[in-house]
């Protein structure tokens, strides 16, 4: 184990020790408990703090959690969905002063969408995120520029198998097919 880390720690050294990153930017990670889990595993690695200068996460399932899983899932408003908190939520992380051309954002928008809205909903929602990201405005200088200047990767998300629920019949996997192989 000790002889692994050391290898692990030489040849991270090696592949980060020219990065033209150099400590720029922030990487931010925004999904579901898979986004946690990736953030978790790269929180103490040169990734958050050599390459990148920071790193940061915002957990969410169809809204961002802003209590502890265990007390924010059993919340309920029986409210309809609604695609504006989501667009609003996310907006406030992509033009933070932070969010710089150096920036990336890894977005998973997938499984609590899939498994919780209508399908025509969740696809306007991808749409209208997609625009997010498009959004321009005109500098001081009358040039138009994208709000978001850093980049971003869409991650996808695990397919769901849905014989494999213990209640078949459950409403809330709406439109959520086998995978054909």
């Known amino acids: 184990?000790?002889?692994?880390?050391?290898?692990?720690?030489l040849i991270?050294?090696?592949l980060f020790k020219n990065s033209p990153r150099d400590k720029k930017g922030t990487l931010w990670?925004?999904?579901?408990?898979?986004?946690?889990?990736?953030?978790?595993?790269?929180?103490?690695?040169?990734?958050?703090?050599?390459?990148?200068?920071?790193?940061?996460?915002?957990y969410s399932w169809v809204y961002n959690m802003l209590e502890p899983v265990e007390i924010e899932k059993y919340k309920r408003n029986y409210l309809d969905f609604d695609p504006s908190r989501v667009l609003q939520e996310l907006s406030e992380v992509l033009y933070l002063p932070e969010m710089d051309e150096h920036s990336v954002i890894i977005l998973n928008c997938g499984l609590h969408y899939v498994s919780a809205l209508k399908f025509a909903t969740y696809r306007r929602l991808i749409d209208d995120i997609i625009n997010l990201f498009k959004e321009t405005w005109v500098n001081e200088d009358g040039?138009?520029?994208?709000?978001?200047?850093?980049?971003?990767?869409?991650?996808?998300?695990t397919a769901i198998h849905r014989e494999r629920f213990l209640y078949h019949n459950h409403p809330s996997p709406r439109f959520l097919t086998l995978q054909v192989m």
């Not at 184990?1 to 720690?9: A, E, G, R, T, V």
């Open 1 to 9: 184990m000790l002889y692994s880390k050391k290898l692990f720690s």
């Open 12 to 14: 991270s050294e090696r």
């Open 29 to 58: 990670i925004y999904g579901d408990s898979l986004a946690l889990r990736f953030y978790d595993s790269i929180y103490y690695t040169p990734l958050c703090g050599e390459i990148f200068k920071v790193c940061n996460l915002t």
């Open 143 to 157: 040039v138009v520029e994208m709000k978001f200047k850093g980049k971003l990767i869409w991650k996808t998300t």
